[in-house]
């Protein structure tokens, strides 16, 4: 008689993942606001065998630079050049397992900045993009991804006057208040027995989440503009 063996061999498979992002408000109405993020992050793992490495890794891609000195990042590591945020976890798998599970949340708080400088493109939108990857000893999971919308709400003012070398008013002052990033451009305007003398560097330029004040100055015989 022969003895017999049979010998099974087990795959181990990533058979599924999923993202979620969630904000905590879905305005931002000061340049000031803290926007605090969660992030959970789940796969399910086959056939794990002992003594396994799985590393989650995920990624978040911000739609703006962020303050660091007013952000937490909760273990975070940011990369300015491609302004992303990566957590990387490594776990080791004790035993034989049928089903390893992967449940990963993370909590973590952004300060944005340079609102005058958001694209018209961006509709006052900051769009966020978070990935996660799962890799069990050299095989990766192809990765899942989640979205986040936050709306911009703030506003920027500008006052603009017309002034004489002795800072007198030549016209009204105008202040108008718009959406930070809103383009502007001031001019002189033709007031009799004035000339401008002295035109402001920011008499272009974009709302900022502060007041902008922009003085032409005039001088007698023909009008100055900030």
């Known amino acids: 008689s022969k003895n017999i063996i049979d010998i099974y061999y087990i795959n181990t498979e990533i058979v599924s993942e999923d993202i979620t992002k969630k904000a905590d408000k879905t305005i931002i109405s000061s340049s000031s606001d803290l926007i605090q993020y969660t992030v959970n992050y789940k796969a399910s793992i086959e056939n794990v065998k002992e003594n396994s490495q799985v590393v989650i890794t995920i990624i978040d891609t911000l739609p703006k630079k962020i303050d660091l000195s007013k952000s937490n990042l909760n273990g975070g590591d940011y990369n300015e050049e491609n302004n992303t945020i990566t957590w990387t976890m490594t776990k080791t798998v004790d035993e034989f397992t049928n089903l390893y599970e992967v449940n990963e949340t993370i909590t973590y708080t952004v300060n944005y900045k ?7 493109s961006l509709n006052n939108m900051l769009l966020n993009t978070v ?3 799962t890799t069990i ?5 192809s990765g899942t991804e989640d979205n986040e919308e936050v709306e911009v709400a703030i506003d920027g003012t500008l006052i603009v006057k017309h002034v004489d070398e ?4 030549l016209l009204d002052t105008v202040t108008t208040t718009k959406k930070v990033g809103t383009s502007y451009s001031e001019s002189k305007k033709d007031i009799t027995g004035y000339s401008i003398k002295v ?23 023909n009008p100055v503009c900030l």
Do not use: R
Not at 137 to 141: R, W
């Open 137 to 141: 000893n050299t095989d990766t999971s």
């Open 166 to 169: 002795e800072g007198n008013e």
């Open 131 to 133: 990935k996660g990857v």
């Open 114 to 120: 340079d609102f005058a400088n958001m694209s018209s």
């Open 199 to 221: 035109e402001p560097t920011n008499k272009e330029g974009k709302y900022i989440g502060t007041i902008t004040e922009g003085d032409l100055l005039y001088k007698t015989g």
